[in-house]
């Protein structure tokens, strides 16, 4: 079992608040007010390296402590438990998004309207394209990263920075999908290179529990957050700086507090099942 990092725990930590507040923007209502719409594109551009981030650490973890010639059991066990940690979880919470997306377009169609039209009735469109509108795309490509990880340790094992680099030119001058692979290429670098996490003596140690947690609000923010947006529009009915940046922080900060508040809800009474949720993080 490898020894936990504190700054890795606190960065996820951090990076999953800023996920949140990047898809709490609100789409539509620019122009109402100049000094907002600066404001959004600040916490857009803020908030932007916080998925390449999460591909970085989770290439680095991946590969930390590799062998110098992983054999391919390395490789067969460490997709084994990602097959728990990440594929399981990702299909539960598409299912779930299924069944939501149904009941908000039985029940209150306004909720979700603008989002998915009618795609969301093709379950390839939730379990395959649709996650590219919602949070989900993350799991789904960073499953396609591991599955492809022995090609990132050759990469990074015989053409060291050199291979990143120049992956990272080809990507960035032909806009080459899929680039997750960039970032989690760059994480295996750091890895097989030797780079270590470091953490300062000062820095607080965070319980196990917030890496569910982090895991958890990834999964499952999306839907509150997109019908919240709708909520507190038509609460506040924003019509300059202070009504729109009320409305913002509103849909982060609840959507923050009504998932954390599930999420304890079932650590404490259902710990089995959040525990399945999260990939066996608890």
């Given at each position: 079992m490898l020894q936990r990092s504190a700054f890795i725990d606190l960065?996820?930590?951090?990076?999953?608040?800023?996920?949140v507040f990047r898809h709490s923007e609100l789409v539509g209502l620019d122009g109402i007010s100049p000094a907002f719409?600066?404001?959004?594109?600040?916490?857009?551009?803020?908030?932007?390296?916080?998925?390449?981030?999460?591909?970085v650490i989770s290439?680095?973890?991946?590969?930390?402590?590799?062998?110098?010639?992983?054999?391919?059991?390395?490789?067969?066990?460490?997709?084994?438990?990602?097959i728990l940690s990440l594929?399981?979880?990702?299909?539960?919470?598409?299912?779930?998004?299924?069944?939501?997306?149904?009941?908000?377009?039985?029940f209150a169609p306004g909720m979700m309207s603008g989002y998915f039209g009618d795609n969301w009735k093709n379950p390839l469109f939730i379990f395959w394209t649709g996650p590219e509108n919602m949070s989900l795309w993350f799991i789904r490509d960073l499953i396609i990263a591991v599955l492809t990880a022995?090609?990132?340790?050759?990469?990074?094992?015989?053409?060291?920075?050199?291979?990143?680099?120049?992956?990272?030119?080809?990507?960035?001058?032909?806009?080459?999908?899929p680039w997750y692979n960039l970032w989690f290429i760059a994480g295996a670098w750091l890895?097989?290179?030797?780079?270590?996490?470091?953490?300062?003596?000062?820095?607080?140690?965070?319980?196990?529990?917030?890496?569910?947690?982090?895991?958890?609000?990834?999964?499952?923010?999306?839907?509150?957050?997109?019908?919240l947006k709708k909520v507190f529009a038509a609460l506040l009915h924003p019509a300059g700086f202070?009504?729109?940046?009320?409305?913002?922080?509103?849909?982060?900060?609840?959507?923050?507090?009504v998932v954390s508040a599930l999420f304890l809800f079932m650590k404490k009474f259902t710990p089995r099942t959040a525990g399945v949720l999260v990939g066996g993080k608890l």
């Open positions: 960065l996820k930590v951090l990076l999953t608040v800023g996920i719409d600066t404001f959004t594109r600040a916490m857009m551009a803020a908030t932007g390296i916080c998925v390449p981030l999460f591909f290439g680095y973890l991946f590969f930390l402590n590799v062998p110098e010639k992983p054999g391919v059991q390395f490789f067969i066990d460490k997709w084994r438990r990602r594929l399981v979880p990702y299909i539960i919470a598409n299912a779930l998004a299924f069944v939501a997306y149904w009941a908000a377009y039985r022995p090609l990132a340790w050759l990469l990074v094992r015989y053409t060291k920075i050199w291979g990143v680099l120049a992956l990272a030119i080809v990507c960035l001058h032909f806009g080459m999908r890895a097989v290179s030797g780079i270590h996490v470091h953490d300062p003596q000062w820095l607080p140690r965070l319980a196990p529990a917030w890496q569910a947690w982090c895991f958890f609000v990834y999964l499952y923010h999306y839907i509150p957050v997109i019908s202070a009504s729109l940046f009320a409305s913002y922080m509103a849909t982060a900060l609840v959507t923050l507090t």
